[in-house]
């Protein structure tokens, strides 16, 4: 039996005399390289450098968004308020209340509630800071003189103002008589006013008519008060009817005197006395002789038969007492002013009332007995 031979020298042995498994193996081995060999590395990608040319024609880069800064809060605008009488806020009104609006028809002409002017100060010019502020002088209907003041707060220092908080008939008096506002502007019945609104008010940029002479009160009323307040007349212009080294306002010393009908022609300024409203001259003992017969009916000039200024009283020292000019006019005298004829007789009871001129208690059995019920 012969025996087969197997050439180990590397050469390439045919196929159909190689083992079947050798060669499967051997083509396995050969597929797996070929795939192996097919498999591509991925490439790096190499940065292309720009040239010069490129970089110039290139568009700028985006520069990146820099942080807002934070904007500072707005300051918070505080909104003015109107402060009344009483010190608290008040809201705006666009019509006047019914008991303002009664008031104000005691204000206007021929109410029988008369009142004048007597004097007027300023406490602070328009565009202060805190608005413009005056104060005046008002002779009320029952001769009584109150202190209006005309601010972003109004006052006044009548009863009817310091016990309710309102506004009173003196104010709106001043309001519509004296800074000539029309009945129907919205800043009459205001409790409280903004700066810009007095201002306007003040300076007379509301005004609607001329000025109303009639609410002016008279040299001897105006007089009159200056002496009972203890406050010193404003320099008067020198005229034609004052004469040099004489006080101001007084006449030359000539003429006869009115009481004894004698001479005045050489008197020294010691020995006669002039009147404040008229200027005209009497001398000294003959007044105090008219003086001391007139007492009891209030002291008058002899001329003008104007209230002597030197006669008059001082204001009371009580607190809370008001300065009360009825017994120097002849307006009081001619027409029944009492708080009876001006407000009845149950409301006049509750002024008097809350004025300490009588108890509540009294004042109620009177509002009581009045309505029919005591």
């Known amino acids: 039996m012969a025996s087969s031979v197997i050439d180990l020298t590397g050469g390439d042995a045919p196929?159909?005399?190689?083992?079947?498994?050798?060669?499967?193996?051997?083509?396995?081995?050969?597929?797996?390289?070929?795939?192996?060999?097919?498999?591509?590395?991925?490439?790096?990608?190499?940065?292309?450098?720009?040239?010069?040319?490129?970089?110039?024609?290139?568009?700028?880069?985006?520069?990146?968004?820099?942080?807002?800064?934070?904007?500072?809060?707005?300051?918070?605008?505080?909104?003015?308020?109107?402060i009344g009488p009483a010190g608290k806020a008040v809201k705006y009104s666009a019509k006047p209340c019914k008991a303002t609006k009664e008031r104000m028809d005691r204000a206007l002409p021929g109410s029988g509630h008369r009142m004048f002017l007597l004097s007027r100060a300023t406490l602070a010019q328009a565009g202060s800071e805190g608005g413009a502020k005056e104060q005046f002088d008002i002779l009320g209907a029952t001769g009584n003189v109150y202190k209006v003041t005309v601010a972003k707060s109004p006052s006044c220092t009548c009863p009817d103002a310091q016990r309710r908080g309102d506004l009173c008939k003196h104010y709106l008096y001043v309001m519509i008589r004296v800074l000539r506002l029309a009945a129907d502007d919205d800043l009459v019945w205001q409790r409280g006013l903004l700066t810009e609104e007095v201002d306007a008010v003040l300076s007379g940029q509301r005004s609607t008519r001329t000025v109303d002479r009639g609410v002016m009160a008279s040299a001897a009323l105006v007089e009159a008060h200056r002496r009972m307040c203890g406050t010193t007349a404003p320099a008067q212009p020198a005229d034609d009817s004052s004469a040099p080294g004489l006080p101001p306002g007084q006449r030359p010393i000539t003429g006869d005197c009115p009481v004894c009908y004698d001479d005045l022609d050489g008197c020294s300024t010691d020995q006669v006395v002039f009147c404040k409203s008229c200027g005209n001259n009497c001398h000294k003992q003959c007044f105090e002789r008219w003086s001391a017969a007139k007492r009891g009916q209030g002291v008058t000039c002899v001329w003008c038969r104007a209230p002597w200024a030197d006669a008059l009283p001082s204001p009371s020292a009580s607190s809370g007492a008001y300065v009360n000019l009825a017994s120097h006019t002849n307006h009081y005298g001619a027409r029944n002013t009492s708080l009876n004829n001006l407000y009845g007789a149950t409301n006049a009871a509750w002024i008097r009332a809350h004025a300490g001129e009588m108890s509540m208690r009294h004042a109620a059995n009177l509002t009581r007995v009045a309505s029919g019920r005591g």
């Open 15 to 82: 196929l159909a005399t190689a083992c079947p498994h050798v060669a499967c193996a051997h083509a396995a081995c050969s597929i797996a390289a070929e795939a192996a060999a097919e498999e591509v590395k991925p490439k790096r990608r190499k940065r292309k450098v720009k040239t010069e040319t490129e970089e110039g024609n290139a568009p700028e880069p985006t520069p990146k968004k820099e942080r807002k800064e934070k904007k500072e809060p707005k300051p918070k605008v505080v909104k003015e308020q109107r």
